[in-house]
């Protein structure tokens, strides 16, 4: 599966922005997705997932802000995000998880919160 994630971008706070992700290839093995983001020198942390069946959890940092959605028939997941923050700037990377094998990863898009 390969994964193209676009969307990011410079915002101030208390802004939006939608990120996208298109997944081709061996797309029928995807069996959840999800955005994850990473600052330089921390760990790369789990945002959001939603699986095939559309089930998601969030980051407790995120509830009540981000939503995940996807479109099956787009092969698409998104991730709006509302009412922005300065700690929520970092890329942003998007995730496909066969639940068996490895999982694939897009090459992440840069999200920046200005005050």
């Known amino acids: 599966v390969q994964l193209q994630a676009s969307g990011g971008g410079l915002v101030q706070a208390g802004g939006s922005l939608r990120l996208s992700c298109v997944a081709t290839?061996?797309?029928?093995?995807?069996?959840?997705m999800g955005w994850y983001r990473q600052v330089p020198g921390k760990q790369r942390e789990m945002v959001a997932r939603?699986?095939?069946?559309?089930?998601?959890n969030y980051a407790y940092s995120v509830k009540g802000r981000f939503t995940i959605s996807r479109d099956n028939a787009k092969n698409t997941e998104y991730l709006q995000m509302n009412s922005l923050k300065p700690e929520d700037t970092a890329a942003y990377y998007c995730?496909?998880?066969?639940?068996?094998?490895?999982?694939?990863w897009g090459q992440g898009t840069l999200v920046t919160v200005s005050s």
């Open positions: 995730n496909a998880d066969p639940g068996a094998g490895p999982e694939s």
């Open positions: 290839g061996s797309i029928f093995s995807i069996n959840a």
């Open positions: 939603i699986t095939s069946g559309g089930t998601t």
